[in-house]
């Protein structure tokens, strides 16, 4: 069964980092190309997509707000994607969700929670 699950989402104080995970189960990360990605929904606002790795050729691509404060990175051994997110702020406040698609599936997390408050 093919499952992902998220971790590491907490309260921060602005300015502060925090390291999500995204821990795949029922396919392997390292057996073909598949499109690994963030996204997030605040209160209130429809969900937006934050970044994607490809999971064999790295290739990575961020939102506009995002960029170079956010970080994706992937471990084959732990089978798991990364978001580093460093200088964070207010608007980033959200629940955060891990997505995998390739030819055969497109599956979402339940999602980590966020809160970047002072």
């Known amino acids: 069964q093919v499952q992902l699950v998220e971790s590491g989402g907490s309260k921060v104080q602005p300015g502060g980092s925090l390291k999500l995970s995204c821990a795949a189960s029922?396919?392997?990360?390292?057996?073909?190309?598949?499109?690994m990605s963030w996204h997030r929904q605040a209160p209130g606002k429809e969900r937006e997509w934050v970044a994607t790795i490809s999971s064999i050729i790295g290739s990575t691509n961020y939102a506009d707000s995002v960029l170079g404060r956010f970080t994706l990175s992937r471990d084959y051994d732990k089978n798991t994607v990364y978001l580093q997110m460093n200088t964070l702020e207010p608007d980033d406040t959200a629940k955060y969700y891990c997505?995998?698609?390739?030819?055969?599936?497109?599956?979402w997390g339940q999602g980590t929670l966020v809160t970047v408050s002072s």
């Open positions: 029922g396919f392997s990360l390292s057996s073909s190309n598949i499109a």
């Open positions: 997505r995998a698609v390739d030819r055969v599936f497109d599956v």
